[in-house]
């Protein structure tokens, strides 16, 4: 026989069970999204951050907004499989598609104010894994953690006095980072810079094996050294044209050099570079075989998300592959609602 | 009890159940990794992926076991209002069980972003890559998904209130243990 119906008490009762179920779970649900944690680093925070003191430019990366496009090949010589089992280490040409860029918010900074430039770049193995990586110019990272880096980003904002130095007496592993940003040795071309992970991945060979390694774009052509003075007279957006007409001329290519660490070094860490003499791989030259402008191009609407890997590489304990992962997502979201704000000109032409 | 102790066969319990787990998993899962610059973020998200492809594909298995099973008949006592709201509540989280991990997977199509689930299985994109497209996906499937946890919360409030308050046998008729005639509200 079924039970009879609860009385009114018992129903009251009930009803305070069900209310509190409803309202705990509710609550938890809205301390793991945050809302209940205005501390938390979150990605929106970490983007909204990156903003010039004008704010954000609608439809636009919210960092390394200024950029072009480029389609060429990664051919790799096979010795990088000694690493990875990643098909893009196996011998042979793979497609590429990347982009060239500058590390600001504002895709209207003139090229002599930005010391930090990039190179996201995606390959695609012929079984279809996609390796996209963000590299920069830099040999090290500004700072050791995601949470300092925010730090970084609003110390311009900072009413302190100081607060620069502030910052860097509190992060002393800025002076690297600071020190090549202050160095006169500027390029007057994208393709004679380099180009780092600056983070650790690790790589699996065929065989289970794991290894640190961090890696660099090398550029074959030799860096021509240039001062920022001498360099600002060529002009706001040289270094677009500057590619746009060597690239025409000719294919330019860079040697990825895979670096892997010895037991000890610092992995976690992409402020601290490795020791010399680390066991290196050359393991293939990018082929930059055709530039294209932004707006149009096959990168515009690609993110370069550092932790699309393919089977093969993965990331390790250094903390920024994840940081970035989530701000890039953050930015892509808003760029691609924006995407109005940002034509593209064919459309443009059509209409 | 339900007109004749009727219950949902062992194996529409266990699909039930096996769901709820995965389906309470994803609310924290996504309201957690889309609001975290943390290492996790990365094992939060294949997670995320892979857990949605496993509830579509149980969402599938589910409505053939559902079309060849059926279910125990509501209470015939049940009032009119109540009974559309089961009716209704149930379409819903049908619907939204397939609708959420196509969305996610249209989204991330949109936005060219490679689908890779734990064990390096692939998945094909469904859409051409689309800003437009990207955003409206993001938006459904973020506000559904609240609308979702919304709809889950008022079902285990409606089967809380027939197991504790109505105690007509709804709520064993789903529940996890307990056997086809010896249910707890058959003593």
Known sequence: ?351 | MTPGGKRFTGGQRLLHWSMAACIIAMFFIGVGMVSTVMPTYVPLLATHKTLGVAIFVLALVRLGVRARSGAPPLPADLPAPMRLAAHLSHYGLYGLMFALPLLGWAMLSAGAYPVVLYGGLRLPAILPQNPALHTLLWNAHYYLAFAFFALVLAHVAAALFHALIRRDGVFEAMAPLGSRTGGPSSR
Not at chain 1, 311 to 322: K, L, Q, T, W
Request: overall charge neutral.
């Open chain 1, 1 to 351: 026989m079924p039970l009879p119906p609860s009385g009114p008490r018992s129903t009251l009762a009930s009803l305070a069970v069900i209310a509190a179920i409803c309202i705990g779970a509710t609550g938890a649900l809205a301390y793991t999204a945050g809302w209940l944690s205005p501390d938390r680093l979150t990605p929106t925070k970490l983007v909204d951050a990156l903003a010039p003191p004008s704010g954000p430019v609608p439809g636009y990366r919210r960092n390394h907004a200024k950029g072009i496009c480029f389609t060429g090949s990664f051919a790799a010589n096979g010795n990088g499989t000694a690493l990875s089992r990643a098909r893009v280490f196996e011998t042979g040409a793979h497609p590429a598609l990347g982009r060239f860029n500058l590390g600001t918010p504002d895709p209207g900074a003139p090229d002599t104010t930005v010391r930090v430039r990039g190179l996201g770049l995606q390959i695609t193995a012929d079984d279809g894994a996609v390796w996209r990586a963000a590299m920069i110019n830099a040999p090290v990272f500004p700072v050791s953690t995601p949470e300092a880096f925010y730090e970084l980003l609003r110390v311009p904002a900072s009413k302190a006095p100081n607060a620069m130095a502030a910052f860097v007496a509190a992060h002393p592993e800025f002076s690297a980072f600071g020190a090549w940003a202050k160095s006169p040795d500027w390029t007057a071309s994208y393709a004679q810079e380099p180009y780092n992970s600056l983070d650790a991945f690790l790589f699996t060979d065929a065989a289970g094996a794991e290894q640190a390694v961090r890696w660099s774009f090398r550029p074959e052509a030799p860096p021509e050294r240039i001062t920022p003075e001498a360099f600002g007279k060529r002009g706001p957006a040289s270094l677009e044209q500057e590619i746009t007409d060597r690239v025409a001329t000719a294919p330019q290519r860079w040697t990825l050099v895979l670096t892997v660490a010895d037991p000890g070094d610092p992995t976690a860490d992409p402020s601290r570079a490795w020791p010399e003499g680390r066991r290196s791989v050359e393991a293939g030259t990018l082929v930059v075989q055709r530039i294209e402008p932004e707006a149009d191009g096959p990168c515009r609407d690609i993110n370069f998300d550092p932790t699309i890997l393919p089977d093969g590489i993965r990331v390790s304990d250094d903390p920024f592959p994840a940081a970035r992962s989530a701000a890039y997502a953050r930015s892509y979201d808003l760029r691609t609602a924006e995407a109005k704000d940002y034509p593209k000109r064919t459309s443009e032409a059509a209409r």
